[in-house]
């Protein structure tokens, strides 16, 4: 049984977990007992997930972070491992709910596109590159759970505004908790990405080569969330803005590694 | 053996009934005790709220029960004119159908309350104290038990709240991440202005400002509320740490308007607001609502909300009398399994 067969297996229990969520708009009250059910299916998923990349690694001998389809897969890993984190500890049942069709939609692009083309490594063998690019994929990881976070606060607060709240006001929590939350998992996902980028100078200073498309985009996207995160502490961005903001800040993370992993194949 | 329901409620009854056959909750077990030595029950459990007072009973003779239990209730509160127009009676299957019925919240005044359940709960511990209750009874209280536990987490019977008051609560609560920590000030007194502020307190609004051109009214209502009562003319220098507005004021012109607000949001670091205005004519411009991290509700806002929650509560009503007749039939079953 290859690693995709374990992700394709994981990518039905985060389906499973999509179609809860429609379940519990439609009870409301339902939602305790669903939201365990979510997370079981969450849990599951991540373990299958986990099997399936460290079975690509042991087959590879190393950090399974060779191409954009292992990068993906990590993604959508370290975004599970911080939703369950996060949401254990700020209590948001309602996470789940939201993150799981973040990790199908990024699961099932990485599935089906045709990007699991194997590559030969052109920098010379170095674990400080392997842990450098694994605490990137960890920031990646955070800031995707910053943009679901930012998603839910978008949602509640057009209910809040419309006056006429949807099937999920209830189950969202308040704006304030998301936008306190949200900036929280900006400051760890720009701590990681901070560090990433410093081991990443390390290491290829060590290695004597600079994979410059990376660099472009590791720079680029320090610059968005430094900006970003100035204006939601120091700049008083709260609320649609803010989570606008993060929002958009993703998605230019995610689609400038993509062009940057195409430019560099 | 039969089960035997006698009782009236605010649909049978009206209030100056009601208070005159309701029994006081500290001497339910002695009430529940009389009654089982002068009707010739085998088991009792009387509930008593504001709003309906039932005996539940478990009779050998149903025919003779019932008449006694209304004897009772007549001599038990010492009444001099009939009940009988008020009271209802229902037995064995019916009377199950009812207090399932009762605890989920289906028979209610406002539908789908939870209140009742505690109440009800509260009335059985009573009885099971006073030693009034047997299988029979013990297992048909414990079963409505669980058909409200399960109808409250399958259902949308609890949505939403239908109370204006309990609506802003519930607004503030999605809006702010701990009621302890916001402030709220109310403009202007009034009944509804009262019963919002009593709602927010009531769910640990943190501090409580009122204001009124009345000092009297303003200081009364925060001595009443655990508040603190500030002068009119002050209010736009507190604004800046308020979270809740309140605003119930007989003005004829917007008291808060979008211009003032603009300042007074940077002031506060752009942190969400949430007004509420109650007055007629408005005391806040609506143009207040457009700026980011105001939410601005009036009445109609809010009455819309607790009118669609209603609306919601009242399509479940079906779905709850399906789950409920599946518990009916198999408790009605075992009750003739093991009494005939």
């Known amino acids: 049984m290859t690693d995709r067969y374990y992700d394709w297996v994981a990518l039905l229990f985060y389906v499973a977990a999509t179609a809860l969520t429609h379940r519990r708009l439609r009870v409301a009250q339902a939602a305790a007992s669903l939201h365990h059910l979510n997370v079981i299916l969450m849990v ?183 900006a970003l995160l100035a204006a939601r502490t120091i700049g008083n961005w709260h609320g649609r803005r803010a989570a606008v903001a993060t929002m958009a800040a993703f998605v230019f993370l995610l689609t400038a590694y993509w062009g940057m992993s195409w430019l560099a194949r | 053996m039969n089960l035997v329901l006698v009782g009236l409620n605010h649909c049978s009854a009206p209030v100056a009934v009601r208070e005159r056959v309701a029994f006081p909750r500290a001497k339910l077990g002695e009430a529940t005790c009389e009654l089982l030595g002068t009707a010739k029950l085998a088991e009792a459990a009387i509930v008593s709220t504001c709003n309906r007072v039932e005996i539940y009973a478990l009779a050998a003779d149903a025919e003779q029960a019932a008449p006694a239990l209304r004897r009772y209730l007549h001599a038990y509160h010492k009444l001099t004119e009939p009940l009988d127009e008020y009271l209802y009676e229902r037995r064995n299957r019916d009377c199950i159908a009812h207090l399932m019925n009762v605890v989920c919240g289906l028979d209610s005044m406002v539908l789908g309350e939870t209140e009742i359940l505690g109440q009800v709960k509260d009335a059985y511990a009573a009885a099971q104290l006073a030693g009034a209750t047997g299988a029979a009874l013990n297992r048909l209280f414990q079963k409505a038990f669980a058909a409200a536990k399960h109808i409250r987490s399958t259902t949308a019977i609890t949505r939403g709240s239908t109370s204006v008051a309990n609506v802003a609560v519930e607004l503030a609560e999605k809006i702010f991440r701990d009621l302890a920590h916001s402030t709220v000030m109310v403009i202007g007194t009034g009944a509804m202005s009262e019963a919002t502020a009593k709602a927010l307190r009531s769910r640990g609004a943190g501090t409580l400002l009122v204001c009124g051109r009345d000092r009297e009214r303003s200081g009364a209502l925060a001595a009443q509320l655990g508040g603190r009562a500030i002068h009119y003319d002050d209010w736009p220098v507190e604004f800046p740490k308020v979270d809740i507005v309140i605003s119930a004021t007989a003005s004829p012109h917007p008291i808060v308007t979008r211009d003032k607000l603009v300042p007074l949001m940077k002031a506060r670091h752009n942190r969400p607001l949430f007004l509420i205005d109650i007055g007629v004519p408005r005391d806040i411009e609506t143009g207040c609502d457009e700026l980011e991290n105001v939410y601005l509700y009036n009445m109609d806002n809010m009455q819309q909300i607790a009118k669609d929650n209603l609306a919601v509560r009242e399509r479940e009503i079906t779905i709850c009398h399906e789950l409920i007749a599946e518990r009916v039939t198999r408790l009605a079953e075992w009750l003739e399994e093991r009494y005939q």
């Open chain 1, 44 to 226: 599951a998923g991540f373990l299958l997930q986990l099997t399936g990349l460290m079975l690509r690694g042991m087959s590879l001998q190393r950090c399974p972070l060779t191409n954009l389809f292992e990068a993906q897969m990590f993604i959508a890993w370290a975004l599970v491992l911080f939703y369950l984190l996060i949401g254990a500890s700020y209590r948001i049942s309602f996470l789940g709910a939201f993150t799981a069709p973040v990790v199908t939609l990024i699961l099932l692009t990485g599935l089906l596109a045709p990007i699991d083309v194997p590559r030969v490594p052109t920098l010379k063998h170095s674990p400080w590159i392997e842990l450098h690019a694994a605490i990137g994929i960890l920031a990646c990881g955070a800031l995707a759970l910053a943009f679901v976070v930012a998603a839910m606060d978008f949602v509640q607060d057009r209910q809040l505004k419309s006056h006429h709240p949807g099937p999920s006001f209830r189950l969202l929590p308040a704006v304030e908790q998301l936008d306190v939350i949200g900036v929280r998992l900006l400051i760890l996902g720009f701590v990681l990405l901070t560090a990433g980028m410093i081991g990443g100078a390390i290491s290829y200073k060590l290695v004597g080569a600079w994979p410059w498309p990376k660099v472009v985009w590791a720079w680029a996207s320090w610059l968005v969330y430094a």
